[in-house]
């Protein structure tokens, strides 16, 4: 089984809707990462979370929420979905080593979105 | 606001060809620069982390090089199973232990 798992791989949606992309983690990791990856713009940060308790926005957070369930949960949110929010989604989580995080992170799969 | 841009955008080897990818960076001070790989339809996979210019890290046929303003991956007698894309990312120090990614390197190698 894969250590961070996403779900679901593949939506198609229609614009308004509400959508939930969940992540889940089994490698024991407190920070756990949402980006965004669309062609020619590369990886972009939506929202980070450090600890349960600890939710940040990323550079491009706007349109998105998220909630931090657990420590090994993570979900991401798209209240009215629009089409500009077709991407590949990716959940990611890293350790903590002494007072800051390493950059090595462990991705998911992805899920992708498409908005109609 | 940090910078990560790689060069080239696209690269088609043949078998056994040899090359290298090229991230240029800017940030201020930099805490580490870490290469990924990603294959179509995957999440991105660690391959190496460098923080101090002059430092390499190697891995089967990758070779990592890092200096003041740029970082390269060197493929020596590539494989078509290199084929991916490649990611480098920089992480500044202080701050929120973000990283900045650059747009990737599509790597093909023909057999």
């Known amino acids: 089984d894969a250590d961070v798992t996403q779900t679901p791989r593949n939506r198609i949606t229609k614009t308004g809707k509400r959508i939930m992309l969940e992540c889940s983690q089994t490698?024991?990791?407190?920070?756990m990462y949402w980006y965004r990856q669309d062609p020619g713009l590369g990886l972009r940060l939506i929202y980070y979370?450090?600890?349960?308790?600890?939710?940040n926005k990323g550079e491009i957070s706007d349109g998105y929420s998220v909630s931090r369930q657990a420590q090994a949960k993570f979900s991401l949110s798209l209240e009215s979905a629009i089409p500009n929010q077709t991407a590949l989604y990716f959940c990611?989580?890293?350790?903590?080593?002494?007072?800051?995080?390493?950059?090595?992170?462990?991705f998911g799969e992805g899920s992708r979105l498409t908005v109609l | 606001e940090d910078q990560v841009t790689q060069s080239p955008e696209a690269l088609r080897l043949q078998e056994g060809e040899s090359s290298s990818l090229n991230c240029s960076y800017t940030?201020?001070?930099?805490?580490?620069l870490f290469w990924y790989r990603q294959d179509p339809g995957k999440g991105p996979e660690f391959l190496f982390t460098?923080?101090?210019a002059g430092e390499e890290k190697e891995k089967e046929r990758l070779k990592a090089t890092l200096t003041k303003k740029e970082s390269f991956l060197h493929i020596t007698a590539p494989k078509p199973e290199d084929s991916a894309t490649y990611l480098c990312?920089?992480?500044?120090?202080?701050?929120?232990?973000?990283?900045?990614f650059g747009k990737g390197n599509q790597v093909v190698v023909i057999p």
């Open positions: 990611a989580t890293s350790e903590v080593k002494g007072k800051l995080g390493t950059g090595e992170l462990f």
């Open positions: 490698k024991g990791h407190d920070r």
């Open positions: 979370s450090f600890d349960v308790k600890d939710i």
């Open positions: 940030v201020s001070g930099l805490r580490g």
């Open positions: 460098l923080y101090s």
């Open positions: 990312a920089v992480q500044a120090q202080g701050g929120n232990n973000r990283l900045a």
